[in-house]
T-cell receptor, first 112, second 117 residues
């Protein structure tokens, strides 16, 4: 599995946008970029995924660089409930299933 | 539609005892994954199963650990002769048959927290 690099931690203020970066310089053409998050004492949950184009859903937006070597997860207005560890994961084939390999992720803290 | 159900949520065992963790996947899901999360560490893949078949067990410790997903009933992760280092949160996830879901998303349970005294 191709490797991703994320900052260990980030801080944000409540109600402000948050941009969580992810580098994946060894990404291949068939790798999808998936994001999951893990709230304290809970299992991970899916956030968003994309291949080449930017994506939006009710939880977040995903901005993918033109060369696909990096991406950014955008939370438009952080709330206290968004405090979690965010994982950026590369996956071959969006719906092909199979295991996910989690890295260390970025621990996001949100200040009131 | 109930989510992935794991039980027990908390389990305490003494060294040398056996631990059995159960996972019921979401309705319609035929694939199950087990992950372990040691205190203050990330999630580590253990095993990937479909009913009556182990697809990938590359993350399973060579001894004392086993997993099954029978035709009927939940998936079971079994740890024999537990040691203190087995204390961790064990998460189960499920997915539909690959290629059938819209996103390839894995749905995780709340986890089972094992404490070995």
């Amino acid at each position: 599995d191709a490797k991703t690099t994320q900052p260990n931690s980030m801080e944000s203020n409540e109600e402000e946008p948050v941009h969580l970066p992810c580098n994946h310089s060894t990404i291949s053409g068939t790798d999808y970029i998936h994001w999951y998050r893990q709230l304290p004492s809970q299992g991970p949950e899916y956030v968003i995924h994309g291949l080449t184009s930017n994506v939006n859903n009710r939880m977040a937006s995903l901005a993918i660089a033109e060369d696909r070597k990096s991406s950014t997860l955008i939370l438009h207005r952080a709330t206290l409930r968004d405090a979690a560890v965010y994982y950026c994961i590369l996956r071959v084939g969006s719906n092909q299933g199979g295991k996910l390999i989690f890295g260390q992720g970025t621990e996001l803290s949100v200040k009131p | 539609n109930a989510g992935v159900m794991q039980n027990p949520r908390h389990l305490v065992r003494r060294r040398g005892q056996e631990a059995r963790l159960r996972c019921s996947p979401m309705k319609g899901h035929s694939h199950v994954y087990w992950y372990r999360q040691l205190p203050e560490e990330g999630l580590k893949f253990m095993v990937y199963l479909q009913k009556e078949n182990i697809i990938d067990e590359s993350g399973m410790p060579k001894e004392r650990f086993s997993a099954e997903f029978p035709k009927e009933g939940p998936s079971i992760l079994r740890i024999q002769q537990v040691v203190r280092g087995d204390s961790a949160a064990y998460f189960c996830a499920s997915s539909p048959r690959p290629g059938t879901g819209p996103t390839g998303e894995l749905f995780f349970g709340e986890g089972s927290r094992l404490t070995v005294l």
